[in-house]
């Protein structure tokens, strides 16, 4: 693992979207589905696993209860408090979690991992060529890198939600890259070749993360509301121009339609994701 101590690089303009809410919230409703995500990729005592992207250690933590050695890293202060506090209430000592930028891991040396893992992570970097060329770096030769990433116009939850509060919020700003390109194939593939990776090394799964909240759908839809950096923005857009209401009935209508719990005081909304292998 990485001698580092510091990654702080505040050049990535992400870090003010991710740190605004309290993405915690609902990372709490993903912890069931972050554990079994893990126990499928052959996670054994001693391997060297980065979490890029990691919040306060979804998949983090179950990679490091497995014996492995964890770095993980994410742009945002809060998150990185909040997983470093999990980390000293479960006493783990094989894991650490500091704040670094997916676009240039600072201080973490070449082939340094024998897994990097980035759910949800690192396809919200900009700059994805930069990514990919990171990630392929520290990866040892022989190694893996496994990443989650939302496809975009996939009907259920994630995808949707992304989808709808774009149409709320003003344009992007000239050059921006939607994180949604990192579901589509043949992006991954133009990404990782430039970073030197055959495309014949490299292989897709779709596969399920399951949310599960213990109150109603609707109330979920507020958790969003409330501290998920591109909902909060919509929400914030929406409101200046008096379509705030419409917002949340547009997202209520998903939520409700996307629940699978029967019962009505709980949630479970599955939301598809495209399962990306590398070998290096």
């Given at each position: 693992?990485?001698?580092?101590?510091?990654?702080?690089?505040?050049?990535?303009?992400?870090?003010?979207?991710?740190?605004?809410?309290?993405?915690?919230?609902l990372?709490?409703?993903?912890r069931?589905?972050?554990?079994?995500?893990?126990?499928?990729?052959?996670?054994?005592?001693?391997?060297?696993?980065?979490?890029?992207?990691?919040?306060d250690?979804?998949?983090?933590?179950p990679s490091?209860?497995?014996?492995?050695r964890?770095?993980?890293?994410d742009?945002?202060?809060?998150?990185?408090?909040?997983g470093?506090?999990?980390?000293?209430?479960?006493?783990?000592?094989?894991?650490?979690?500091?704040?670094?930028?997916a676009?240039?891991?600072?201080g973490?040396?070449?082939?340094?991992?024998?897994?990097?893992?980035?759910?949800?992570?690192?396809?919200?970097?900009?700059?994805?060529?930069?990514?990919?060329?990171?990630m392929?770096?520290?990866?040892?030769?022989?190694?893996?890198?496994?990443?989650?990433?939302?496809?975009?116009?996939?009907p259920?939850l994630?995808?949707?939600?992304?989808?709808?509060?774009?149409?709320?919020?003003?344009?992007?700003?000239?050059?921006?890259?939607?994180?949604?390109l990192?579901?589509?194939?043949?992006?991954?593939?133009?990404?990782?070749?430039?970073?030197?990776i055959?495309?014949?090394?490299?292989?897709?799964?779709?596969?399920?993360?399951?949310?599960?909240?213990p109150?109603?759908?609707a109330?979920?839809?507020?958790?969003?509301?409330?501290?998920?950096?591109?909902?909060?923005?919509?929400?914030?857009?929406?409101?200046?121009?008096?379509?705030?209401?419409?917002?949340?009935?547009?997202?209520?209508?998903?939520?409700?339609?996307?629940?699978?719990?029967k019962d009505?005081?709980?949630?479970?909304?599955?939301?598809?994701?495209?399962r990306?292998?590398?070998?290096?």
């Amino acid at each position: 693992m990485s001698d580092a101590t510091s990654m702080q690089n505040t050049t990535n303009p992400n870090k003010a979207l991710w740190e605004k809410g309290d993405f915690t919230r609902l990372a709490a409703t993903m912890r069931e589905s972050g554990t079994e995500l893990i126990s499928k990729l052959d996670i054994t005592p001693g391997m060297d696993v980065l979490d890029l992207g990691c919040g306060d250690g979804t998949t983090a933590l179950p990679s490091a209860r497995l014996g492995a050695r964890v770095l993980g890293v994410d742009i945002a202060r809060n998150l990185v408090a909040a997983g470093n506090k999990r980390i000293e209430e479960e006493g783990l000592t094989n894991i650490r979690i500091l704040e670094g930028d997916a676009t240039h891991l600072e201080g973490i040396a070449d082939a340094s991992f024998d897994l990097v893992v980035s759910i949800f992570g690192a396809m919200f970097a900009p700059k994805p060529f930069d990514v990919a060329k990171e990630m392929v770096r520290v990866t040892r030769p022989g190694g893996r890198i496994v990443m989650g990433n939302w496809i975009p116009g996939d009907p259920t939850l994630v995808a949707q939600i992304l989808k709808v509060s774009a149409a709320y919020t003003p344009p992007p700003p000239e050059g921006f890259i939607s994180p949604v390109l990192w579901g589509i194939e043949d992006n991954v593939k133009e990404r990782f070749g430039q970073a030197g990776i055959s495309a014949d090394n490299i292989s897709f799964i779709r596969d399920t993360y399951t949310f599960q909240a213990p109150f109603p759908a609707a109330s979920f839809v507020e958790q969003f509301r409330l501290y998920y950096g591109p909902t909060m923005n919509a929400f914030d857009a929406a409101e200046k121009n008096g379509k705030a209401t419409e917002l949340q009935k547009e997202l209520e209508e998903l939520f409700v339609r996307e629940n699978r719990s029967k019962d009505p005081d709980k949630t479970s909304i599955p939301a598809t994701f495209l399962r990306v292998t590398v070998q290096r």
